[in-house]
């Protein structure tokens, strides 16, 4: 596709589920990040990719959440035992190479945990 | 840790009028980007700032990167209609993190 694609674009689940968002990169980059956007915030760091290896993984919250990228393309960021603390957009970029640059953003998974 | 404080929080302003918000942070960051955000959509770059003291131009927006690299202003010069929305900064630290911290945004809303 032309852009940064995520899906599901809207997601309810229910406190205490397993969730997981898809995020499909611009085709050839090689570079993908991960932020979490709380109403009223901007966005936060949660985890950066660099082909199939996190570089830097300092901004998930806590071990209920993980990332993979395991053929350095689509990313699936996975969050278990959900709470009503987690409802955010999670926002998706991409980039070839650096964040400051040519990085795009998705349009985000809101994911509302009730 | 690293936080941005950017102001005002929101703007109510009639087409045509200049605009200007800006973003101060208790660190040195190296780099300054400034982002819109439109509902439903996730943040689109406008201006990425790399050098303390540069002023940067896009179109009707120009930003600079302040002399201490703490603090960032971005400028809107003849507002428009679609010039609504919400205006983010962000700063990046070198070191080779790729990791941007934001601003809380700065809410524009643009009267015809």
């Known amino acids: 596709g032309a852009g940064v694609s995520q899906t599901p674009s809207n997601k309810v689940t229910e406190k205490g589920k397993y969730v997981e968002l898809r995020c499909d990169p611009i085709s050839g980059h090689t570079a993908l990040y991960w932020y979490r956007q709380s109403l009223g915030q901007g966005p936060e760091f949660l985890i950066y990719f660099q082909g199939t290896g996190a570089a830097d993984d300092s901004g998930l919250p806590n071990d209920r959440f993980f990332a993979v990228r395991p053929e350095g393309s689509v990313s699936t960021l996975k969050i278990q035992r959900t709470e009503r603390g987690d409802s955010a957009v999670y926002l998706c970029a991409s980039s070839y190479l650096h964040m400051n640059t040519e990085a795009f953003f998705g349009q985000g998974t809101r994911l509302t945990v009730v | ?112």
Do not use: H
């Not at chain 2, 800006?22 to 660190?27: M, V």
């Not at chain 2, 971005?74 to 934001?102: H, M, R, T, W």
């Open chain 2, 1 to 112: 840790g690293q936080q941005l404080n950017q102001s005002p929080q929101s703007m109510f302003i009639q087409e045509g009028e200049d605009v200007s918000m800006n973003c101060t942070s208790s660190s040195i960051f190296n780099t300054w980007l400034w982002y819109k955000q439109d509902p439903g959509e996730g943040p689109v770059l406008l201006i990425a700032l790399y050098k303390a003291g540069e002023l940067t131009s896009n179109g009707r927006l120009t930003a600079q990167f302040g002399i201490t690299r703490k603090d960032s202003f971005l400028n809107i010069s003849a507002s428009i209609p679609s010039d609504v929305g919400i205006y983010f900064c962000a700063g990046q630290n070198q070191g080779g993190s790729e990791k941007l911290v934001f601003g809380k945004g700065t809410k524009l809303t643009v009267n015809p």
